[in-house]
């Protein structure tokens, strides 16, 4: 048998050890991924603690994580929309009064109204006017216009006055189409309240010099002027009379 040869002396190899195979992307099991997006800090990867947080789209960062990021400058690509504070809000979560620590299968959170544990499996909501999470189940079937839980007002002809919770991939493109409407909203008004300011002020600095050249023109004449006025003009009289008194001696 010829043993085929390389250029270097070696084995040539064949070509099924050259062309290496194309890998399957990695999927993540969509049950588990709704799980760790229900339980864990979205930036640390930590349990979820109170204080909890959600962006505009549905992340959930324990507090100080994300604001310690945010001190550092330090702030994943992928939450890049999150530039302060005013892109975060507070969410308030029920304690599961039978969770356990050191049980996987516990979870710290539920429903107060339905009492279902947030857990990934079961859909959650956070009303966005008052920052509940509750059970979508619970959310749907009583009827409110105010939040079951601390009886804040909830306006129920907003169709986006909820967050889902975990988002679908489908609730995902809505929600980042409302978080650039919005932004897109705080600029405009941003850049019409500078304009306004800067009208504003261009205004009160052609003001004054008007006002004042139109003061001077109507302001009357002062009681001192008056007399003083009035002063020179008997005494040219006098001296008038004077000469005349003076011209008419022999």
């Given at each position: ?27 993540t099991d969509p049950v588990e991924r709704a799980r760790v997006k229900s339980t864990l800090c979205s930036l ?207």
């Amino acid at each position: 048998e010829i043993e085929e040869m390389g250029c270097d002396g070696g084995t040539i190899p064949k070509r099924s050890e050259q062309v290496k195979e194309k890998r399957e992307p990695e999927r993540t099991d969509p049950v588990e991924r709704a799980r760790v997006k229900s339980t864990l800090c979205s930036l640390s990867s930590e349990p979820l603690v109170a204080p909890i947080v959600y962006d505009d789209l549905g992340n959930l960062f324990n507090k100080e994580a994300i604001i310690s990021a945010l001190v550092d400058k330090i702030v994943p690509i992928e939450y890049c929309h999150i530039r302060g504070l005013k892109d975060l809000h507070p969410v308030q979560f029920t304690a599961n009064p039978q969770f356990k620590e050191d049980d996987n299968q516990s979870f710290p959170f539920q429903c107060p109204i339905s009492g279902l544990v947030f857990n990934g499996q079961h859909k959650f909501v956070i009303i966005k006017a008052c920052g509940c999470a509750l059970s979508q189940r619970a959310f749907n079937e009583i009827k409110s216009d105010e939040c079951l839980q601390c009886r804040t007002k909830i306006d129920v002809n907003d169709s986006n006055n909820t967050m889902p919770l975990p988002p679908t991939e489908e609730e995902l493109v809505t929600l980042t189409k409302l978080m650039e409407e919005r932004k897109q909203k705080l600029a405009a008004e941003k850049s019409s309240k500078k304009r306004k300011a800067k009208d504003k002020d261009q205004q009160q600095n052609t003001q004054p010099k008007k006002k004042l050249k139109s003061e001077q023109e109507s302001k009357p004449l002062s009681s001192n002027s008056s007399r003083s006025t009035h002063g020179l003009k008997r005494k040219r009289t006098e001296e008038k009379n004077t000469s005349n008194l003076l011209n008419n001696i022999p």
